[in-house]
């Protein structure tokens, strides 16, 4: 089975806030928010959608592996642990979206980037309009923010990032998009990954350290890859602008052109597993960023 993974930087312990029960509502202790909105009521929901389901089949025997890497005390080995769970990697569901939001915004963008989406993964004949690409990095970047809770923690994507992508339907501030030909077989059924870190810069008018977060989310879908890489930091579209002359073509920050699909160059399966691991590339920040704590996959 192709590899699919969900990869993080840090992970911390999810804890929920005791809320006070006053008379006359509901007890509200351990009642999930909505990620996007701040309502209750919050459903699951497949982090890729189950309209995707006849293009990528499973069957009951499907299964996946997930696990995590993290550091170890012991002569710096990895600890690994990790168990078979039932299913296709694309059954997963995350617990993040209310009933409003599932209904409203969120299922006319599924609506609206299907005649898009899917020529790019059957590989068929097609041409990316500005509008068409600025569409795909926003479902782009709402599918990396709910996958971040397959494995739920605190610190991660900001609720401020959230709210902007749900009132604006665009990226956040800071976030860069790139999709990418497919032509390996690794990352066709749905594989991702996601990994994330800790910046620290100094600036030059004091020796206050500034601490930011960066993440990166990539994932594969038939004959098309994604990139999203996002941040805190300002300088992150000027430091990953390198990309396109890697076989990606940057979908956001909007350029003012068309891509006619499928591109002729192409990504195989060593150039997306260095994608994945573009946040520990060697030198692109000099050191600043914090040593990965803990990954998670699937498989």
Known sequence: MATCGLLFAQLFTHCLHNMAKRKGTPFLRGRRKCIFCGGFGVNKEHVF????????????????????????AIWGIPKIKENVRQGHVGTSKVKVACKNCNGGWLGTMEETVKPILIPLFTCERTNLS??????????????????????PREDGISQEEREWLMNKLEPPPHWVVWIANYSGGDWSELGAIQNRGNLQASPISGPNVIKYYVHATTFGMGRVVFLVVGSTWEAIPEIFGGLEGRGMLRLWPPIPRSILWPPFEAVGDPQVNAMANILTESGRFDNSLNPLAKWTYAM
Request: proline share 9%; aromatic share 14%; glycine share 6%.
């Open 49 to 72: 959608g189950k309209w995707l389901k006849p293009y990528f089949p499973r069957d009951e025997h499907s299964t996946h592996t997930f696990g995590t890497v993290g550091p170890s």
């Open 130 to 151: 500005p509008e068409h690409q600025k569409i795909l990095a926003t479902w782009v970047s709402k599918t990396a923010m709910t996958s971040e809770y397959a494995n």
